[in-house]
C-alpha cells in the first residue's frame, strides 16, 4: 500500500432479528446507515460456503431460502436488495461452520451437566451485561450500540464464558469463534486499500473488531452515521 493511504472501515453492530421489531432500530434504519456511508464492500457474518448460494438465490428469484443467510434479516430484506442498487460487494466473513456449532452446542450441553456452578457464574454476567446495558439507554438503539460503553459491558460480561469454558468448547468458545472472524476480516480488509469498508455483525462482536482495528495504522476507523 502507498504510504499515508488508508482504509477507511466503518462495524455496524446489527441484531439480527430484533431489526424486524424495533422501531428505533428497524431494518429502514439500517438500510440508510449503509446508505450514508456508501462503501465499496460490506464484510457480512455469512460463512464463505453459505455465500454463493445465497447471492444466486436472490439473483434468480429475489428471495434467500438458503439456512444460514435467511435468518439474517440485515442481509435477505436490506444487504441484498441494495447491493443491486449501491454496487457494493458483499464479502462473507463468518468463521462459523455447521460442524463448529453443533460441536459447541453439544459440549455446552454437557458443561451444564458437570460444571453447573460454571454455568451459574456465566449466565450471571451475561444477564449483568444485559442490565448494564439497559441502564445507558434503550439496548436497541443504535446511539447505545454503537459506542465504547457499551463494548465495554459485553467484553466484561463474556469472559467468564470465555475464560471457564475455553478448555471445554474449543474452536467455538468467544475469543476463539472471534480470531476466525477476524481472519477472514482482516484479509478482506487487506484486499482493499483505501476502498471504504463496511462491516456487519452482531453487535455484541463489535468491540473484538473495533480493538483491532484501532491497532492498525492503514485504517481510518468511522464512526457510524446515526438517522436524526
Given at each position: 500500500?502507498?504510504?499515508?493511504?488508508?482504509?477507511?472501515?466503518?462495524?455496524?453492530?446489527?441484531?439480527?432479528?430484533g431489526?424486524?421489531?424495533?422501531?428505533?432500530?428497524s431494518?429502514?434504519?439500517?438500510?440508510?446507515?449503509?446508505?450514508?456511508?456508501?462503501?465499496?464492500?460490506?464484510?457480512?457474518?455469512?460463512?464463505?460456503?453459505r455465500?454463493?448460494?445465497?447471492?444466486?438465490?436472490?439473483?434468480?428469484?429475489?428471495?434467500?431460502?438458503?439456512?444460514?443467510v435467511?435468518?439474517?434479516?440485515?442481509?435477505?430484506?436490506?444487504?441484498?436488495?441494495l447491493?443491486?442498487?449501491?454496487?457494493f460487494?458483499?464479502?462473507?466473513?463468518?468463521?462459523?461452520?455447521?460442524?463448529?456449532?453443533?460441536?459447541?452446542r453439544?459440549?455446552?450441553?454437557?458443561?451444564?451437566?458437570?460444571r453447573?456452578e460454571?454455568?451459574?457464574?456465566?449466565?450471571?454476567?451475561?444477564?449483568?451485561?444485559?442490565?448494564?446495558h439497559?441502564?445507558?439507554?434503550?439496548?436497541?438503539d443504535?446511539?447505545?450500540?454503537?459506542?465504547?460503553?457499551?463494548?465495554?459491558?459485553?467484553r466484561?460480561?463474556?469472559?467468564?464464558?470465555?475464560?471457564?469454558?475455553?478448555?471445554?468448547?474449543?474452536?467455538?468458545?468467544?475469543?476463539?469463534?472471534?480470531?476466525?472472524?477476524?481472519?477472514?476480516?482482516?484479509?478482506?480488509?487487506?484486499?482493499?486499500?483505501?476502498?471504504?469498508?463496511?462491516?456487519?455483525?452482531g453487535?455484541w462482536?463489535?468491540?473484538w473488531?473495533?480493538?483491532?482495528?484501532?491497532?492498525?495504522?492503514?485504517?481510518?476507523?468511522?464512526?457510524?452515521?446515526?438517522?436524526?
Amino acid at each position: 500500500m502507498a504510504a499515508g493511504v488508508q482504509t477507511e472501515v466503518a462495524v455496524i453492530g446489527t441484531m439480527h432479528s430484533g431489526h424486524r421489531s424495533s422501531d428505533v432500530y428497524s431494518l429502514a434504519v439500517l438500510e440508510q446507515m449503509i446508505r450514508d456511508l456508501d462503501p465499496n464492500a460490506v464484510l457480512v457474518e455469512i460463512p464463505p460456503a453459505r455465500l454463493a448460494a445465497a447471492a444466486a438465490q436472490f439473483a434468480a428469484t429475489g428471495e434467500i431460502t438458503e439456512p444460514r443467510v435467511r435468518v439474517f434479516p440485515e442481509y435477505t430484506d436490506v444487504l441484498f436488495p441494495l447491493q443491486a442498487e449501491l454496487g457494493f460487494e458483499i464479502v462473507a466473513c463468518a468463521g462459523w461452520t455447521e460442524e463448529m456449532n453443533n460441536e459447541r452446542r453439544a459440549k455446552m450441553q454437557v458443561l451444564r451437566t458437570e460444571r453447573p456452578e460454571e454455568s451459574t457464574r456465566i449466565n450471571e454476567a451475561q444477564n449483568a451485561a444485559g442490565k448494564a446495558h439497559a441502564e445507558l439507554g434503550d439496548p436497541n438503539d443504535p446511539r447505545v450500540i454503537h459506542t465504547v460503553a457499551y463494548d465495554e459491558i459485553v467484553r466484561t460480561g463474556m469472559t467468564p464464558y470465555d475464560e471457564l469454558w475455553n478448555d471445554g468448547i474449543g474452536l467455538g468458545v468467544w475469543t476463539n469463534i472471534n480470531i476466525a472472524h477476524w481472519s477472514l476480516l482482516e484479509e478482506a480488509i487487506d484486499a482493499r486499500p483505501g476502498q471504504r469498508v463496511v462491516i456487519t455483525f452482531g453487535s455484541w462482536h463489535k468491540h473484538w473488531f473495533n480493538d483491532r482495528l484501532r491497532e492498525r495504522e492503514d485504517v481510518r476507523l468511522l464512526v457510524v452515521p446515526m438517522m436524526k
